[in-house]
């Protein structure tokens, strides 16, 4: 056997306690880490640099994008699309590793959080609830949910590889060994208490017979579509049913601000945001959308969207009425100072005569089939609750009215 000792291509990584030997005996770099294809290792095996390095690249990235987006003039839902795609992928790629991590789950949910916040321009001390800042987004899976499917597909990948492929050889020896492997953190994963039934491995799996088991060690194309079978038909299943209940137990409750429960008008697994895309918002069209997207999530004043850190429940004074302690359904129900943008939204929309409940909720709350009917709903709701803001302002600092 013959190592290649040039700087840093061969290196010494003393595993748990073992001694730390010295550099100038081994002839090579005696390090506490050392990254092999792309994986991030320690010496204790714990994986917590790696999940650190992930959560620092995912957020720099997401924030690359998110200025890319600014600058390039991109809509806010054409962002959030992206991030699907672009930045969920640098957290999957080692998503098996990721969970032998200490708290990782929870680190990438929250990770996955603040994305959200500061897409929406949502102060990080809000209480949106993450649930319904997912559903804002349209991004169906928690962030952890995605890291689970991940892994548990590279679990099967290893199952089905020839038997004589180092993958599978390893997986052997590990099954052999039998305590404090990787493979039993996995099989731990497969048997998590809030699953709804274990999900089976791929060679257990009543719908993969052996037949299929050994054309897929055989053929590699054939490999691949097994294992797109299984992450789509037995893995999907379970853990999309974890994340329903997740999101059904989250958006029944109220949004006391404005008194009203989110699951009412929201179904829970609807991906609205493909037509979002399309949506014209005119001017400003991200203040638009995040004022409207704040409100959806808290059933607040959205004073944070245009620079404050607050999202007060009611404003002491309503300045065109004088109203007291008025909360955010104020100037979209009854105010006689914002009644021109119904008029305005009733010019281009079907909806119903002014002090109209569900008319204040179809435009907060409803998904019409028409991005432009969309448009117009998003237009009226950050319209009017931006018009009373400013008024406020004006007031407040004794300005012109
Ligand atoms: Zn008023």
Redesign the pocket.
């Known amino acids: 056997m013959a190592f290649n000792y040039s700087i840093s291509k061969t290196v010494v990584l003393c595993l748990f306690a073992s001694v730390r030997v010295d550099a100038s005996l081994v002839g090579c770099l005696v390090v506490d880490t050392k990254k092999i294809l792309g994986i991030l290792f320690d010496a204790p095996l714990s994986f917590g640099p790696l999940l650190e390095s992930v959560l620092s690249i995912a957020w720099s990235s997401f924030q690359s994008l998110f200025y890319a987006a600014q600058s390039g003039g991109f809509s806010l839902p054409l962002l959030l699309d992206e991030v699907e795609s672009r930045i969920v992928p640098l957290v999957l790629f080692p998503a098996a590793f990721l969970l032998c991590a200490e708290g990782a789950l929870d680190a990438l949910d929250r990770l996955q959080l603040r994305w959200a916040r500061a897409a929406l321009g949502m102060p990080a001390c809000s209480e949106a609830r993450h649930a319904l800042l997912l559903l804002q987004c349209n991004w169906p899976y928690r962030l952890s949910t995605r890291v689970i499917e991940e892994a548990v597909v590279a679990l099967a990948r290893l199952r089905v590889l020839p038997e004589d492929a180092t993958g599978s050889r390893m997986l052997q020896a590990a099954q052999a060994h039998g305590t404090c492997t990787w493979l039993q953190k996995m099989q731990s994963v497969l048997n998590m208490s809030v699953l709804p039934e274990p999900i089976a491995e791929i060679h257990l799996h009543a719908a993969f017979g052996a037949e299929a088991l050994s054309s897929a060690r055989a053929c590699s194309e054939f490999r691949r579509q097994l294992l797109r079978r299984y992450r789509l038909q037995a893995v999907r299943p379970i853990l999309h049913a974890v994340d329903l209940q997740y999101f059904n137990a989250k958006t029944c409750l109220p949004l006391h601000a404005l008194n009203l429960v989110f699951s009412d008008f929201h179904r829970v697994g609807a991906r609205w945001c493909r037509s979002m895309r399309d949506i014209d918002l005119g001017s400003d069209p991200w203040v638009k959308f995040r004022c409207w997207a704040v409100i959806r999530c808290t059933g607040r004043w959205p004073l944070c969207v245009y620079g404050h850190h607050e999202l007060p429940r009611a404003m002491s004074t ?6 007291s302690e ?1 909360g955010i359904d ?2 979209l129900l ?5 009644v021109v943008f119904y008029v305005l939204l009733r010019s281009v929309v079907d909806v119903p005569a002014r002090n109209n409940g569900p008319a204040f909720l179809a435009a907060l709350f409803s998904e019409p089939a028409e991005s432009s009917a969309r448009s117009h709903h998003i237009r009226f709701v950050s319209s009017c609750v931006a018009a ?1 803001i400013r008024k406020a302002c004006q007031s407040a600092c004794g300005g012109p009215a």
Not at 318 to 323: E, I, S
């Open positions: 309503c300045p065109f009425c004088d109203a008025v104020h100037p009854g105010c006689p100072g914002t009373t």
